[in-house]
């Protein structure tokens, strides 16, 4: 029982978070069940990375299961949802961002390693220098045949076999 009239302000505060709107419950709802049916959408091999529970883990399996029918698969993630309410969602996002932005990282490579290759093949001897300094690994003899062929085909325009079997050897060495 509140003793004060500031006794009374504190406790209806407390209430009114508590207390959420109809339409802020139902927003929450349909986030999770986006969330639920973007972790369905996974393949197996990702959400295996994932640091999900049993039960979370058994509702993705069922999910599979049931792909090919359209009605139980979404009564399926609602299901999904409220398992995902009660669960602390945090160590999954975490996670699903470290497998996005390795996907941001290995593309970044990709196309550091392309640039690399159209230095070398532009620039001669003193990239392939540059390049055996940074990357001692790498064949001086190879690398060299390797740009020289390359170089060929994009005199001619016509990049193909040796373009691409620098750009492997580069991905594969440095």
Known sequence: MPQSANDIDESSEEMEEELKSKSEVKR????????AQSLIEMSKHQR????????IKDAMILADKISNKHEALRR???????ILLETDLEPIHRAIEVMANKHQQETAKFVRLEAIRDELIDQGNDAVEALITEFPQIERQKIKQLIRHAAKEKKAEKLGKHYKNLFTYLKANA
Do not use: K, V, W, Y
Request: no cysteine; hydrophobic share 30%.
């Open 48 to 55: 295996s990375r994932l640091p999900l529970s049993e039960d």
């Open 76 to 82: 399926h993630i609602r299901h999904t949802a409220r």
């Open 28 to 35: 929450e709802m349909h986030q999770l069940q986006d969330f």
